[in-house]
């Protein structure tokens, strides 16, 4: 039926879509917040701290990403966190055992993809709750990273496995190019293949989808592996960053990976939101972190003030979406 | 909205702006401290420590520009790496780092050293660190080992380990000094060991588990003094007067609870005294003082004195320092006697 | 006494649009008011306004000559105006009777337990008054559209309402259960009730309403008692114009076999059905809801396996259980029964919602062409006169004829051989309806073969080459154009036809 007369038949949407708005949102508060951080702290505009806040949201950006395709499908990715640690312990090890890096970087990629495999099975083949099935390899994933370090780290010296995630040209680390990188090739997937529009199409209606012959199941299978290729590549970077293999790396990531991609405007309900707004929600979580630690704010507010930011935004989206419906 | 979101940032520029002092004083002496977590008892004792001596300091010396703010990484190894690279950046006099892990940290050594920061390791002691802050894990755990060992009346004896998070290093040297410390006697079995992570919470369902998995059991052991609050409502509970609790860190309410509850061993750390002597050892350090390069915090095992008279007549070594419990409270009240201006004048 | 509500000089505008202007509306106990007008001629926002879902900008509504402030939905309640939705608000997992007295329920005297007997009991009293037979202990899951839709109206009826607004109530309802609801509404009437009936079917206006209002453009054009006004004046006024007669020419089918079914069968839902489809051919499928022809249609696009039989397309045996994939890969397509459930993506874009079978068919260099998904986009929204603002814009504001043209225009390609089509007109206004049925013929013209599922059996008889009737999962006879007989079919889908009498 008809919701409101005659404005459904012409152009219901306003000027501006809900996503560019965000996208202006975004862009607004990172001026504001980069401005206020300048101004309480003539360092943050330094190059050094710019590399710094780069390099230490690197692999957020990464994770992240690979959390939108997972959430343009509907799904979301619990596991990614604990992926970072069991893949990077897997090519440590690999590492360590065969002395090749090439080995390592593939042994760390194919764990993460492993675990990615088990998520899009039980999550696009037997239609299990992405959450209980993510929740449920999120503590395997960490179990088993236990497991095979033995709960304690292991020092990685290979300099071509350290390269990544360790190295910097001048003020900028070699990890920032490498993430633009992935964001082109992502961008690429995600608007320019069939892949890509599977993503979407399994998300906005995984019926319609199925009914149109896209086989969503399958690609729900590879969006989760996907997911587990990238966490495999984090590892990489993680590893390289602090020269060890950890068992405990990427506490917390996902959760951190979620905020952004929520932030970036992504629907938890699938099908709407762009690689693009991720990007700015990263970096609008990462300005914040290093701006708080940047200005000595006290910690117990640093969680306070996260809190408050994602509600701030997410209360403005519900408050345009309404404007926009009548 | 906007306006909600720019007053929350103002708010933090706000503390920022009193928060973090960078004047070109002549003689200044700033100070960061990056630590592992903010909300456990024992680090908001520890914290809180640090920043009263802080101002304590800084109101004792006027002509010294004392400055020192802290940094909590909640339990994430990548969240510690970028705040230490942000602190390098920010060039402070001298940086003490309670390292998840150490290996990791490394290479941000002798970056901050390159950057002429004093890089003091907190806990795990590092090689390449100009100074290491230690606290005897492996002995403070032999000495409850012992300790249980005089107390435990020589008849077969239960007892249940509560650890740390798995691989972490102060957590492992604990275990290990208890285990050391037990196995100088032969009627101790341990039944059980478990890690709790540092939780409280997760440590009661674990002591909950044990009380109905072992009926026999004679004692709880932690490496924290974080599980013995759980572990002392369940023994009440559960009407096991006569279980033992074995603590380690010299939370006040623990050490209260030895008079005359369960509690019949601690370590006396105490977070307070840990905060206090971190600038102690800053301000020697900026005077000029030659210290140690790792330098022992000084940690007794805490006993009530009747407790320790039986412990020598059961065998326990007379060489190992004991404070009793008053005197236990008494210094982790008052850290500032200790480690305050007036210790350094 | 008699009840009315009077409606005078309503206004409401969206924005700069004028979506309701100086409209007076009346509706009296005891009488049917058809309520009618294209999609976006106001009729919904009248009753949103009467409902209190939105707040009028201007005019009065009075109830037995009285103001009356409508603020929000529970004032219009408070009156005893409810209103029946085509989506049903009754909880799956509950009784009838819980469903009826929910947040009313009756307990016994003194007690916190529910009087489930007296509860019951009251609502067979009720659906008794009202000539109508239903176990008011079954649950809700278990119902047919039709009965959840008494419910819904048992529910009002219970609850004080004199006034019931019911919107498209029959357009997900098979003849047996439309005949049932007329007889329900002619009892309503009797007992003093009025009915606010919003509907496109001139048939069923005519053969229930007191009066007709036609609305167009925000503007009451016509309000008339039924007797002195007739069909063709008012589906007139409702476009402006006079709608053509869509008159069939005949025409022969003499294409190649491209679909073949022999002895299909599944369990409990259809039986030993044998038929042929040639190319360029309109087959339609018709019967009673249940009947089991919406399936046999699925299986044919490979939506379901559990089947025993031969179906052969373009002389290949298909294989049970290939998925829609394959079809879809085969050059067959599809277009659901339910759009919003599973014909459209409602967050994407118009162009993305079109694009998507054809992602393959775009790509150079293994990427997508995009100007040639802009191009194949246009050209669909032109060839189904689908009207959108942009391709840029989400699905989900269009109107559902347009949705479903949309729906259609994915099918539109050349490599398009076999089209199955799930009642294709459901829940959409005339005009839309008019150029579904257009482009359903030149699909045929093109060499298409179509089979078609309707329960619409004037939609059946002006559209189709061959008919097949089923009646509970077998299918009775075959029709072919012109020699249609509409009360053999009838006779036939009811169950009562010659051959089955035989």
Redesign the interface.
Known sequence: METAGKTTEQSPSPAISALAMRYLVLAALIVIASLGFGFANENFFSLANIGILLRSISVLFIVSMAMTFVMLTGGIDLSVGSNVAFAGGVGVIALTATGSAPVGFLAAILAGMSIGLINGIFVGRMKLSAFMVTLATFALARGLALVIYDADSINVSNAIFLWLGGTSWGNVPVVIPFVVLVFAVLSVVLYRTTFGRDVYAAGANFKTAFVLGRRPERTLVWVYILSGALAGLSAIITVGRVSSGQPWAGLYLEFDAITAVILGGTSLFGGRGRLFGTILGVLLYGIIINGLVLTGTNPYLQSLIKGAILLSVVLLDSWTQRGKQR | MTLKSTSALAAVFAAAATGSAFAGNDDALDIVFINDGHVAPYHVAWLAGFEDAIAAYGEAFPDLEISGRWLSAEGSLERMIQQAEVTINEAPDIMFVNAINVDAFEPLVAQAQDAGITWIAVHSAMESADYSFTLGDITNGRNQGMAMCALSGGEPFQVAIMLGQAGNPSGEARRQGILEGISTCDNIEVVAEQPADWDTVRAQSIAENWMTQFPELDAISGVTDAYMYPSLAIAANSGRSDLQLYGYDGDIPILEQMRDGPVMADILLSGTREGWNFVQMAYRLHRGDELEKVYDFFTPLVLTEENHRLALENGFPENIEVYSVDQALDVAANGFREFGPDSVR | MTHRIDMTGIG?S??A????DDVDFSCVAGEVHALVGL??A?K??LMKVLGGA?ERDQGRIEMDGRDVAITGPADARAIGVAMIH?EYSLIDELTVYDNIFLGRELHRKGTPFLNKAEMARRVRAELKRFGLSLDPGRLVRDLNSGEKQIVEIMRALMSEAWLIVM??PTSALSEGDKERLFHFIRRMKSEGVAIIYISHHMPEIFGIAERVTVMR??RIVLSERTTDTTEEAVISSMSGSELDDFVKPHKAAEGEILLSVRNVSKTATYHDVSFDLRQGEILMLTGLRGCGAPELAKTVFG?DDGYRGDIAYRDVRLKPGR???????DGMG?V?ENRD????????SVR?NI???F??KS?SF???D?TRIERLVDRAIRDTSA?T??PS??IR????GNKQKICFS?WLDRDLELLVLLEPTR?IDVHAKADIYRIIEELAERGVGLLILSYEIDEVVMLADRVITFYEGRSISEYVHPHFDKDRMLADIAGTGPEQAA
């Open positions: 409401k969206f924005f649009t004028r979506a309701l999609n976006g106001g919904s926002t939105i085509q919107d498209e453009d925000g939506l998925g829609p994939a394959a079809a879809v890969r599809l659901t459930t599973n014909g459209i993506l409602a967050p994407l993305d694009a998507l079978p992602l393959e790509l293994g990427l997508i995009n009207k603002s942009s814009q989400e504001f269009l109107s559902g994915r829940g």
